[in-house]
Structures are given as C-alpha cells and as structure tokens.
C-alpha cells in the first residue's frame, strides 16, 4: 500500500469513525432562539410605533435593529451570550446579534493588547470578512442592475 | 557504547529518579475527575494577572519553584530546565525561566513536550551533565483559545469532535538517587503525518504518530503492551485513543484496559468538552500528579507515558497543510529491577 492510499484510506475511516452534530436538535434550537429574537425585534419596532404616533415604519426597524446590536453586546461583555450561542448557533448568529457578537467579542479579548493594535485592528477580525462579502456583492449586483 | 537499543529507544543505566512534582491547574480541571491529586487547584484562571499569557506564565513558575521545593532541593542545584509551552515564540516558558535564573533550555514540542522534556533532562541527568535537572510544561484554555481559534465570548458551536485545551501545568525534578520513580528507557518520535487537515480533529491527526512511537518501543524493547500496567498517552482525547486501540490491533497488538487517555479521564462526562482534554498541560498534570502518586504508593509498578503533539501552526491550517504529529514515550517505573 503506497503513502497516498494509506492516507486515503485512513481519512475515510476517520471520517465514518467520528462523531457528527445531530441535525435536528441543532435545527430546532436555533429556530426558537432565532425565533425569539425575531419576535424580540417586531415587539421593539411596534413599541416605538406605539409611543411615538410620528415615526416612520422604517424608523422603527432602525431602531429595532439597534436596540438588537446593543442588547447583544451587553450580553457578549457579562459573559452570557457565548454560551447561548453556543446553545442556538445559527439561530444567535443569523440575526444581527451574531454580528454585534462577532465585533464585541474580539474587541474585548484583545484590548490587552492596546487600544489602536490591539482593540481598533482586530475588532473586525471575525466580522471583517463579512462585510467584505456584503461591500463586493453590492457592487456586482449594482453593476447588473445598471444594465438591465 | 551507545546507550540505546533498538531504532528510536534510549537506555538510562544510571536511572534518573523522579525526586520531585508538581502540578497547578485551573478551576475547570480541578473539578474533574483528579481534582484531589492536583498539588495546587487556582480559584481564577487568571491568577491575580492582567492577562492569561501572564497568568499561563505565573503558573508555570509555580509548578517549577513547587517542584523544586517538593524535591527539598537548593534552586542552585537545578542545573538544566527544560521547558515548553503552546504560546507563539514559547514565551511563557522563557518568561518564567527569566524570573528562575537557572540555565534554560526551550522546548517545542506541541503538545508532547512533556515527554520531550523529561527525555532531555532524563539524557543530561544520565550522563553526568546535570546534578538535578527540571523538565516543566503546561498549556492554558484562555491563552490558546485565543491564538488558536477564536474569541472567548464569541457565541459558535464547538464542533463535536473539538477537545478543551487543559489549564494546567507540571515540572518534574530528576536527579540521581538511592530508590524512588525512574526513568528506564524513552523512544523518540519521528514526525508522522497521515493527510488529516481537520484542525478540530487533533486525535485523529496525532493517533499514527502515537502508534508509531508505541510501535518502535514495543519492538525496541521487545515487551508487549501487558507488560506494562498503565499505558499512557498524553491528549488523544476519546476519539483519538479509539483509533489508536484500532490501529495497534491492525499491527498486531492488543491494548487492554491498561491503556488510557490523559485527555479522555482529565474531564468529567458533564463537563461538555466533547472528546476531552488537549495541550500540554494535560499530560503533565496529570503525570505529575495522579500517575507519580500511584507509582509511589505502589499501586502501579511501571507506566508508559506517551505524550503526542500536533505540529502545525494557524498559518500552516489556514494554507491548507495537514496536521504533522509526533509522540515520545517515556517508560518510568518504581523498584525498576529490569534494566
């Protein structure tokens, strides 16, 4: 048996050896946590439509929007949102907490490194990818746009 | 005369004995399943420090200065340390050999350091190079969370095949003397590496160098894994260990329920470390505390530590390289009549 097909050989027996997650536990977690935070989102958007008669519809998704980003980092600097995330996963990190969460979170474990290198830098050290994709994507559908 | 057998195995005919131990580990592990063997158990993993590169320092000098009080030896007379640690640049090693103020040696080892610094101070000890010789190591969750994977409090699921770096340290003091633990023989590993590239599957990638090095021992040496009463490895964690007991049986040989995993037992089931414990820290605490006292107490008589080491980097993983491993045994018993 020559290196290649011992290796091969090996990765197949690992990779039916090993344990995988359990797709419906996880798929139905997240889809109540994501649920809820949703709900948590629409409730905030009507408040703001109740006591304030003058706000636009789309003022109050702002908002909403914002009350989220913060709520969400208050929980990632006391400690609890990992461990609901690590709960949820895609039902905490779909919604716009799991990117407030992914820009708190590295602004908090490096600011031992100092304010400019360590916090400002790597602050987007998660999310920077993210909003990469989000800017280029923008940009070619702009670009279809335009011609059609 | 050389002082080996075999191709990977080394004979100590003057028997450095183990005059020494300690171990420190986190709040995590002392809740485990060897909380009551560990010399000191930390309230806070960040041990009065502003960070846990700092705090994963201290803790290391700890287990060092503890060691060399536990050996009731003068500092002085350490004259060899052989140190590693899972920090970038080894700092937390050096850092705690620049407050030691004895000659230093730095390891890297990945995980393996362990053996690999018993090893070396087993060799200078042996050969008259060293009165006492400290070999220390130990890893913290925080600080490799943290270089090797992501922010603490980002809220993502750990994959199922994912292990816990332990919080944890141990030195062990060697030395010339009349009875106690010894060190009889060490196999280097050679670096194996089977194409697994999955960086959250450490058991898997490091299992064929672990069975390499047990392999090159048992045919070294000529004993078979019976002949041992616990055999050892440093952090295969649940997964990795089932393939190790796999692929020795594919070679012929059969490891029996004398065969454990320092990173399986460190952890207890509820702990939700999913296949257990991993990083330097895991063997060494665990070898400088559970697995000396039992040898002491005589309950074990000889033990073959095996400690294995993953030898890639983030930016070896992010290149898309597979994961090189290596293992080293060290066989230590009490009494030690058959060399």
């Known amino acids: 048996m020559n290196i290649e097909e011992r290796n091969a050989k090996y990765n197949a027996y690992v990779e039916a050896k090993m344990p995988k997650t359990k797709p419906w536990p996880s798929l139905f977690r997240s889809f109540w946590v994501g649920g809820v935070i949703c709900c948590l989102g629409e409730l905030i958007k009507d408040l703001c439509l109740y006591f304030f008669p003058y706000m636009t519809t789309a003022d109050a998704y702002t908002w909403a929007l914002i009350s989220l980003i913060v709520l969400a980092s208050f929980f990632t600097g006391i400690g609890v949102f990992d461990k609901i995330g690590a709960y949820a996963g895609a039902g905490t990190i779909v919604p716009i907490t799991g990117f407030s969460n992914s820009i708190a979170s590295p602004a908090l474990e490096f600011k031992r490194e100092g304010l400019v290198f360590g916090l400002m830098s790597k602050m987007f050290v998660i999310a920077g990818p993210v909003i990469v994709t989000g800017v280029v994507a923008s940009i070619i559908v702009g670009i279809i746009y335009l011609f059609i | ?339």
Request: aromatic share 8%.
């Open chain 2, 1 to 339: 005369m050389l002082n080996r057998i075999g191709n990977q195995t080394l004979v100590f005919k003057n028997k450095p004995r183990v005059i020494g131990s300690y171990s420190v580990v986190g709040p995590k592990e002392g809740q485990g399943n060897f909380g009551k063997f560990f010399h000191k158990v930390l309230k806070d993993d960040l041990f009065g420090e502003k960070s846990y590169e700092a705090a994963e320092s201290k803790m290391l000098l700890c287990a060092i200065n503890g060691a060399i009080e536990n050996a009731n030896i003068n500092k002085d007379n350490v004259d060899a340390l052989f140190a590693g640690d899972l920090m970038n640049q080894i700092i937390s090693s050096s850092f705690a050999a620049r407050t030691l103020e004895v000659p230093y040696f730095g390891l890297f080892g990945a995980c393996s350091t362990m053996a690999e610094s018993l090893i070396m101070g087993a060799c200078h000890v042996d050969g008259g190079f060293a009165r006492y010789a400290a070999c220390a190591t130990g890893s913290h969750f925080s600080s490799a969370e943290k270089q090797f994977r992501y922010p603490l409090e980002l809220g993502t699921q750990r994959p199922p095949t994912s292990q816990w770096t332990v919080t944890g340290m141990g030195c062990t003091i060697l030395g010339l003397a009349e009875k106690g633990i010894s060190i009889d023989y060490a196999t280097i590993g050679k670096v194996v590496d089977w194409d697994v590239t999955d960086a959250n599957n450490m058991g898997a990638a490091m299992a064929p160098a672990a069975m390499s090095t047990l392999k090159a021992h048992l045919e070294d040496t000529g004993k078979s894994p019976d002949d041992y009463d616990l055999i050892l490895t440093g952090d295969l964690g649940k997964l990795g260990s089932e393939i190790l007991i796999d692929l020795m049986e594919y070679h012929g040989y059969k490891l029996g329920t004398n065969y454990n995993d320092c990173g399986q037992m460190i952890y207890d089931n509820t702990q939700k470390t999913f296949m257990g414990g991993s990083g330097c820290g895991c063997g060494a605490s665990i070898l400088n505390s559970y697995v000396y006292t039992r040898l002491l107490k005589h309950e074990l008589k000889n033990v073959l530590f095996i400690a294995t080491g993953a030898l890639m980097s983030t930016v070896s993983s992010q290149q898309g390289n597979s994961i090189p491993s290596i293992a080293h045994a060290v066989s230590i018993s009490i009494g030690g009549k058959d060399v």
